[in-house]
Structure formats: structure tokens, C-alpha cells
């Protein structure tokens, strides 16, 4: 069994995950997301966890915050961009449609 990672381990992955949404690899972000986890879970339940402190623990959830925040931006940016690229189909489509009459 692998030892459970560090406060700094987690932080680590949060920037991770930050760098890949900010690249567009949401392939990434989402496999990311899934060992972060995972690996605040072993965090949470290993001695590192149980003595790290409210505060420590405090931080680690307000950039979890952060970046979920982030995350949240980026769908609403994507479900704009998608919404407006469907606009300009429909919009080129009935065009075509009368000028081809």
C-alpha cells in the first residue's frame, strides 16, 4: 500500500488541475480530479490528516473552493460559446435555405 500524501501533495494538485483547465485539457482535469479525491480521502484518514490542524485544513478547502468556482466559470463559458455556435448554424442554415429557394 502506497503512503498517504502530504497537505503540500494535495495543493500540488490543485495547481494541476488549475494548469490543465486553464489548457483546455479537460481530459486531464477530470483524472486529476478523480486522484485528488481520492487522495484527500487517504489524506483525511492518515496521521497527516488528523494532525494537520484546522487551518491547514481551512486553506486546503478554500482553494478546493477556488478552483471548483473556476471550473464552474469555464462550463458556463463553454455552454455560451455552444449556445451561440448553434445560434450561427440555425442562422446560416435558414439562409441557405433561401437563397437555395
Known amino acids: 500500500m502506497s503512503a498517504a500524501p502530504a497537505l503540500d501533495d494535495l495543493f500540488a494538485q490543485l495547481d494541476g488541475m488549475r494548469h490543465a483547465l486553464h489548457a483546455g485539457e479537460l481530459e486531464d482535469v477530470e483524472r486529476l480530479l478523480n486522484r485528488h479525491d481520492h487522495d484527500v ?3 483525511l484518514h492518515a496521521d497527516g490528516g488528523r ?5 491547514a485544513l481551512a486553506v486546503l478547502l478554500r482553494a478546493q ?3 471548483q468556482k473556476t471550473m464552474q ?7 455560451v460559446r455552444m449556445h451561440a455556435t448553434q445560434r450561427a448554424d ?4 435558414a439562409y441557405l435555405s433561401v437563397v437555395e429557394e
Open 90 to 93: 440555425r442562422a446560416a442554415r
Open 73 to 79: 466559470d469555464a462550463r458556463e463559458q463553454a455552454r
Open 65 to 67: 473552493l477556488e478552483l
Open 41 to 43: 480521502r487517504a489524506f
Open 51 to 55: 494532525t494537520a490542524g484546522y487551518d
